[in-house]
């Protein structure tokens, strides 16, 4: 149980498309979520914290307004890169939090071309 | 300012020997301490993880050290085998995350089991 669905798993866009990545929680009610960047051969940071129906809360040097977050309702948390650059290029991860820790989406590999 | 430092950064352990991996965290409001595993090109899967009420947790061949005075844990791979070869993360969250804390993590462990 407690299963993370993130799609997609990877994707290539244009420099100045917007992405959009989707975390569905499948088997629980999500009232958090958190999202994380991650670049090679280094750890998770953490950009943003979603709750549902509410604004999510950005880390300090996160953009807001280039990473949207949306967390309409409680199985669905949506990250929207927008104009993105290659710089943007990492791998992004969902998390979902419980009672009894944490469970995490499979990630989505974003390359910016 | 890191609040959980974790070491080594690199690990290679021959097949069928012991892994240890440490961390150390600072902040004593942390109450949970899991260890999760990611393999290249997916998210991190939570291994195993202790509250600072116990000192040891085993599962299988992972067992998880906790000293709460020292402010240190590690993660024991027993019987290493090349399918446990990731990077391994610890981290530590308060209130098991509920009410929204996050979690942070170390900075990762790459190891290498080898034949």
């Known amino acids: 149980g407690a299963v993370v669905s993130q799609h997609p798993s990877w994707v290539i866009c244009k420099s100045g498309t917007s992405v959009k990545i989707e975390c569905r929680s499948l088997?629980?009610?999500?009232?958090?979520m958190f999202w994380y960047r991650q670049f090679p051969k280094q750890s998770l940071m953490l950009m943003a914290t979603?709750?549902?129906?509410?604004?999510?809360?950005?880390e300090q040097g996160v953009e807001k307004d280039k990473f949207l977050i949306n967390h309409a309702s409680l199985t669905l948390s949506t990250l929207t890169v927008t104009s993105a650059h290659p710089e943007d290029s990492s791998f992004y991860i969902c998390s979902a939090s419980l009672m009894w820790g944490y469970t995490f989406g499979s990630g989505t590999r974003l390359t910016v071309v | 300012q890191q609040q959980v430092k974790q070491s080594p950064q690199s690990l290679i352990v021959q097949k069928g020997g012991i892994s240890i991996i440490n961390c150390a965290y600072e902040?004593?409001?942390?109450?949970?301490f899991p260890w999760y595993q990611q393999f290249p090109g997916k998210g991190p899967a939570l291994l195993i993880a202790?509250?600072?009420?116990?000192s040891e947790k085993k599962e299988g061949r992972f067992t998880i050290s906790f000293n709460k005075s020292a402010k240190q844990f590690s993660l024991h791979i027993m019987d290493s085998q090349p399918g446990d070869s990731a990077t391994y993360f610890c981290a530590a969250s308060k209130n098991s995350g509920a009410g929204s804390y996050q979690l942070t993590f170390g900075k990762g462990t790459k190891l290498s089991v080898i034949p």
């Open positions: 202790i509250r600072p009420d116990v």
């Open positions: 902040n004593t409001a942390f109450d949970y």
């Open positions: 088997d629980f009610q999500a009232t958090t």
């Open positions: 979603s709750n549902e129906g509410s604004k999510a809360t950005y």
